[in-house]
């Protein structure tokens, strides 16, 4: 997790942060798979990647319409 996630701060690219950031983010499903029982983690692991995926395609839309208006993809701080 912490890996995936020290290499997206690296990138300039969005599309590539918000990919190695996804990596990262992996932990935490696998997280709900090993404590997975019936108490809630089988259950907590869905909901997360429901939100996850609904805001990380929200996310990659906005990438996307905003490359495609300032042709780029990239970022600098």
Request: glycine share 12%; with cysteine.
């Amino acid at each position: 997790m912490i890996l995936g996630n020290l290499i997206a701060i690296t990138q300039t690219s969005m599309k590539r942060m918000l990919a190695y950031s996804s990596i990262g983010q992996t932990g935490y499903v696998i997280i709900g798979i090993i404590v997975g029982d019936s108490n809630g983690g089988y259950a907590s692991m869905i909901t997360y990647m429901l939100f996850y995926i609904s805001m990380n395609l929200g996310t990659f839309s906005c990438i996307v319409l905003s490359g495609l208006h300032t042709r780029t993809d990239k970022f600098s701080f």
